[in-house]
């Protein structure tokens, strides 16, 4: 296991351990007010509870060297964990709204709100931070399981957030229906966050190509380093969590002996690996008259 997965994983461990804390801390905050608006940011806690042990599970599965089985890695299986954790979600937005139409029905007054939401409070000062330190070490790593565990916690501090402000107006009001109206408003919120979540992880799934800015500087290090050759065409992409896959064919003279062809290969190789850490390369090398006239021209 090569020193950046585990690196991940002690991220993906100590999310664990944040997520609980945070918890703990929610559900205190609700057990002091009764606030079923605090009930729901609680709920969504465990969510993020589950989702950071479904992340560490996924990053140690993704981490595991190509086998037999699977020759190209196990690093889908963080998409596996993003896809879950979107699930997790929209479980606990029905859940949500279970427990916040009967209190809109019958609207019930909040008790000792200050103190409770100050923990909250607390609570959410932790999740900025964490949140913000997965977020970063996510787009460092290219990691799907970090990143959307990093999105769902920061969407948790905006919904802490949404939260604390209405608690705070049904007190001030008197307007005891705020608290599980804002608790339906949470729920939606919620379900908002999970389907993006899950719609760019179905995306990883099927493949998707790299997006339109990381494609054209791949396009640009084919055209300045492939000197010699003549032309990329049928160029293909994908991720697979944190791998990026290319495959292309080259056009070279045909007169050119296999030695140089395979010279410039690998220097396509090293430019591309240069510049994305964790890429596979496949080259399949053709003489002129294979030559499409269209796709990358080597400059």
């Not at 804390?21 to 806690?45: I, N, P, Q, R």
């Not at 850490?277 to 400059?299: D, M, N, R, Y």
Request: aromatic letters at 6%; proline letters at 3%.
């Amino acid at each position: 296991m090569s020193r950046r997965p585990t690196n991940l994983l002690t991220v993906a461990l100590g999310s664990v351990f944040i997520a609980l804390v945070v918890l703990g801390l929610k559900f205190l905050a609700y057990a002091m007010t009764g606030s079923v608006a605090l009930y729901s940011d609680a709920l969504e806690s465990i969510i993020n509870v589950a989702a950071a042990i479904a992340a560490f599970i996924a990053l140690r599965v993704a981490a595991l060297p190509a086998d037999a089985n699977h020759p190209y890695g196990h690093t889908k299986a963080e998409y596996f964990s993003a896809v879950a954790e979107g699930v997790l979600i929209v479980l606990a937005a029905l859940s949500i709204a279970r427990a916040a139409i009967p209190d809109l029905l019958a609207p019930k007054a909040i008790d000792a709100p200050y103190t409770g939401l100050l923990v909250n409070l607390g609570a959410t000062v932790v999740n900025v931070v964490w949140a913000t330190l997965l977020l970063r070490t996510g787009r460092a790593s290219r990691s799907p399981a970090l990143l959307a565990d990093g999105r769902h916690v920061m969407s948790d501090v905006v919904t802490s957030v949404g939260v604390l402000i209405g608690v705070v107006a049904a007190k001030l009001s008197g307007l005891a229906f705020l608290d599980p109206l804002l608790a339906l408003l949470v729920a939606l919120n919620i379900l908002w966050s999970g389907w993006g979540l899950m719609r760019e992880s179905v995306g990883g799934l099927m493949d998707a190509a790299v997006d339109g800015k990381t494609g054209s500087r791949i396009r640009t290090l084919l055209s300045e380093h492939g000197e010699g050759a003549l032309e990329v065409h049928d160029l293909r992409t994908r991720h697979a969590g944190r791998m990026t896959f290319i495959e292309f064919h080259l056009v070279v003279p045909g007169e050119m002996t296999v030695e140089v062809a395979h010279a410039i290969c690998d220097r396509l190789e090293d430019a591309l690996r240069a510049e994305m850490a964790e890429v596979s390369v496949t080259i399949h090398v053709e003489p002129q008259e294979k030559a499409k006239h269209h796709g990358v021209l080597v400059l």
